[in-house]
Nanobody, 125 residues
């Protein structure tokens, strides 16, 4: 049974940092593409960052240069390092996995079929 469990969310002031983690189990982790997505109240879920099995990454323009996605295959864990946080980064953050996604679609939620329960990130000004 596939399981994705996020942790590391919280409340920080603008300019602060957080590191999200996503522990994965129940599938061949190393062969999957994985991503971080977020959803703010009243808004659609959007892709933030994604990483393929070969390490190739994609970032949304809104977080490029501030967020870094990485993975530790030995620990089956995905990370999102978030620096220089802004109030507009406030959202529920989800990790997701998929056995295949085209490089140009890495940030598209529809391509992912395994999701965690989410972790809340709140950034105050």
């Amino acid at each position: 049974q596939v399981q994705l469990v996020e942790s590391g969310g919280g409340s920080v002031q603008a300019g602060g940092s957080l590191r999200l983690s996503c522990a994965a189990s129940g599938y061949t982790y190393s062969t999957y593409s994985m991503g971080w997505f977020r959803q703010a109240p009243g808004k659609e879920r959007e892709g933030v960052a994604a990483i393929d099995s070969d390490g190739s990454t994609s970032y949304s323009d809104s977080v490029k240069g501030r967020f870094t996605i990485s993975k530790d295959s030995a620990k089956n864990t995905l990370y999102l390092q978030m620096n220089s946080l802004k109030p507009e980064d406030t959202a529920m953050y989800y990790c997701a996995a998929t056995p295949f996604v085209a490089p140009t679609k890495r940030l598209a939620p529809a391509w992912y079929n395994r999701w965690g329960q989410g972790t809340q990130v709140t950034v105050s000004s």
